[in-house]
């Protein structure tokens, strides 16, 4: 009898417990892209968490258990049982934690574009309480956390930064498309705007990264370290992609001599091609906007940037030099890109430079035709500024006078020397930038 009552009494406590524990968070996800829907299905695994998004078809599409951005599948959207979703900051206000996902793009004069995180901090600030917790993991420059949100969050709340409500950044490493190297998998860096804070931030993305945190010793740590993770990528690519344009004019094989250079022990072993996405093509232009604004030219990040950038040019001229090669009309030759996306095996188009291909040879009278099996989807067919191909090229009889592979998607892995030579007029033209091609006609 007393055992009964004991184990009874422990079974109460251990309740209690998971009770407090689930209690002790009220978490609210702002921005339910990429970044934001992962984190929202992990947290609502353990936690009373809300995602909030303003795009209506996206609420309804997750409602439904459909991610358009295939981060996310059916079943482990519906393990996240304490998971909710609005278009409306009144449905989040009764939370304690906001974590701001949105977007921060640049504009078309390469400087940051903090109007998505504005908003979404005035939209907070008015439904903010005492010992609130602001978490930032929108990819900014350092200083954008306390120096542009902190200021917008006490004008609009009445409340006083440190003694009333908090901050943290946590940046975001999302790699869209990879399977592997999710969410949990991957190190996350937490930072506070006070150490208390910090060993709460820290605590709270521990519950849910089997991978482990990174405590930084301050907010704009943490801030310039996800910054320069992508500047330094874009900086390596960069010499590689220059390395490709001088080895190009010489006649060599670029690919063969990385792997000649590879079987050096300290090599680091990149190839060349297009630099777009949503980070690397944009998150260096955040640290040269601020070094700018402090005085000093960061020559090097912006000479990769302008490296980078001029890829989708050089690749069209080739073109254009392939097709006079073989004896082929410029004006209204026929063309077809395969693969738009801004990486393999990933529907995102964001800052995609594959587009840039496409408006080059329009300018020399060129007619395109684009296909990508990864943008099947109504609303991603809205956000790419070109029409796509509803069929698959390989299944009807046009023919083209060149062919771009632009994207290295599986689909396009195991097509055939044949396949390219079926839909091409003779002789075949066969542009390969990604070196997925038997024998192309030029590869990057």
Same mark, same amino acid.
């Given at each position: 009898?007393?055992?009964?009552?004991?184990?009874?009494?422990?079974?109460?406590?251990?309740?209690?417990?998971?009770?407090?524990?689930?209690?002790?968070?009220?978490?609210?996800?702002?921005?339910?892209?990429?970044?934001?829907?992962?984190?929202?299905?992990?947290?609502?695994?353990?936690?009373?968490?809300?995602?909030?998004?303003?795009?209506?078809?996206?609420?309804?599409?997750?409602?439904?258990?459909?991610?358009?951005?295939?981060?996310?599948?059916?079943?482990?959207?519906?393990?996240?049982?304490?998971?909710?979703?609005?278009? $409306?900051?009144?449905?989040?206000?009764?939370?304690?934690?906001?974590?701001?996902?949105?977007?921060?793009?640049?504009? $078309?004069?390469?400087?940051?574009?903090?109007?998505?995180?504005?908003?979404?901090?005035?939209?907070?600030?008015?439904?903010?309480?005492?010992?609130?917790?602001?978490?930032? !993991?929108?990819?900014?420059?350092?200083?954008?956390?306390? !120096?542009?949100?902190?200021?917008?969050?006490?004008?609009?709340?009445?409340?006083?930064?440190?003694?009333?409500?908090?901050?943290?950044?946590?940046?975001?490493?999302?790699?869209?498309?990879?399977?592997?190297?999710?969410?949990?998998?991957?190190?996350?860096?937490? $930072?506070?705007?006070?150490?208390?804070?910090?060993?709460?931030?820290?605590?709270?993305?521990?519950?849910?990264?089997?991978?482990?945190?990174?405590?930084?010793?301050?907010?704009?740590?943490? !801030?310039?370290?996800?910054?320069?993770?992508?500047?330094?990528?874009?900086? =390596?690519?960069?010499?590689?992609? !220059?390395?490709?344009?001088?080895?190009?004019?010489?006649?060599?094989?670029?690919?063969?001599?990385?792997?000649?250079?590879?079987?050096?022990?300290?090599?680091?072993?990149?190839?060349?091609?297009?630099?777009?996405?949503?980070?690397?093509?944009?998150?260096?232009?955040?640290?040269?906007?601020?070094?700018?604004?402090?005085?000093?030219?960061?020559?090097?990040?912006?000479?990769?940037?302008?490296?980078?950038?001029?890829?989708?040019?050089?690749?069209?001229?080739?073109?254009?030099?392939?097709?006079?090669?073989?004896?082929?009309?410029?004006? =209204?030759?026929?063309?077809?890109?395969?693969?738009?996306?801004?990486?393999?095996?990933?529907?995102?188009?964001?800052?995609?430079?594959?587009?840039?291909?496409?408006?080059?040879?329009?300018?020399?009278?060129?007619?395109?035709?684009?296909?990508?099996?990864?943008?099947?989807?109504?609303?991603?067919?809205?956000?790419?500024?070109?029409?796509?191909?509803?069929?698959?090229?390989?299944?009807?009889?046009?023919?083209?006078?060149?062919?771009?592979?632009?994207?290295?998607?599986?689909?396009?892995?195991?097509?055939?020397?044949?396949?390219?030579?079926?839909?091409?007029?003779?002789?075949?033209?066969?542009?390969?930038?990604?070196?997925?091609?038997?024998?192309?006609?030029?590869?990057?």
């Amino acid at each position: 009898m007393f055992y009964g009552k004991l184990n009874s009494l422990f079974n109460i406590n251990i309740i209690k417990l998971i009770k407090e524990e689930f209690m002790k968070y009220k978490i609210a996800i702002i921005g339910l892209g990429y970044v934001g829907l992962p984190l929202a299905v992990e947290f609502g695994k353990r936690y009373e968490t809300k995602g909030l998004d303003i795009n209506q078809a996206r609420i309804d599409e997750l409602q439904r258990g459909y991610d358009r951005t295939l981060e996310v599948d059916k079943e482990a959207l519906q393990k996240a049982t304490f998971l909710s979703y609005s278009t $409306s900051f009144d449905d989040v206000k009764d939370s304690n934690i906001y974590i701001v996902t949105v977007p921060t793009p640049i504009n $078309s004069a390469n400087r940051p574009d903090l109007t998505p995180i504005k908003k979404s901090t005035e939209s907070i600030s008015r439904i903010l309480k005492k010992d609130d917790i602001v978490i930032y !993991e929108s990819t900014v420059y350092p200083g954008v956390t306390e !120096e542009v949100c902190v200021p917008i969050l006490e004008e609009g709340s009445g409340l006083k930064f440190n003694e009333d409500f908090f901050c943290g950044y946590s940046p975001e490493r999302i790699n869209p498309g990879d399977k592997e190297r999710t969410l949990t998998k991957i190190t996350k860096i937490t $930072s506070g705007s006070t150490l208390e804070i910090a060993k709460k931030v820290d605590e709270l993305y521990q519950s849910i990264i089997t991978a482990g945190t990174y405590l930084a010793s301050s907010i704009k740590v943490a !801030e310039a370290a996800k910054v320069i993770e992508n500047t330094q990528r874009d900086v =390596n690519i960069a010499l590689i992609n !220059e390395l490709a344009l001088i080895f190009d004019t010489m006649g060599i094989d670029t690919k063969e001599v990385i792997e000649a250079a590879g079987t050096k022990w300290n090599f680091i072993k990149l190839f060349p091609g297009l630099v777009g996405g949503h980070c690397i093509g944009v998150d260096p232009y955040y640290l040269t906007f601020k070094a700018e604004e402090l005085g000093y030219k960061p020559n090097l990040i912006l000479g990769a940037r302008q490296i980078n950038n001029g890829m989708s040019k050089y690749i069209a001229e080739q073109t254009i030099k392939e097709l006079i090669k073989q004896d082929k009309k410029i004006k =209204n030759s026929q063309v077809l890109v395969l693969g738009v996306t801004f990486k393999e095996n990933c529907p995102d188009t964001r800052n995609t430079k594959v587009i840039d291909i496409i408006f080059e040879l329009q300018d020399y009278g060129i007619k395109i035709d684009a296909y990508d099996p990864w943008v099947d989807t109504k609303e991603e067919r809205k956000s790419f500024p070109y029409p796509l191909l509803e069929k698959n090229p390989f299944t009807f009889d046009k023919k083209y006078d060149a062919i771009i592979v632009a994207v290295a998607h599986d689909q396009f892995k195991i097509l055939k020397r044949e396949d390219y030579k079926n839909i091409s007029t003779e002789p075949e033209v066969i542009i390969d930038i990604k070196g997925i091609v038997e024998k192309p006609t030029w590869s990057l």
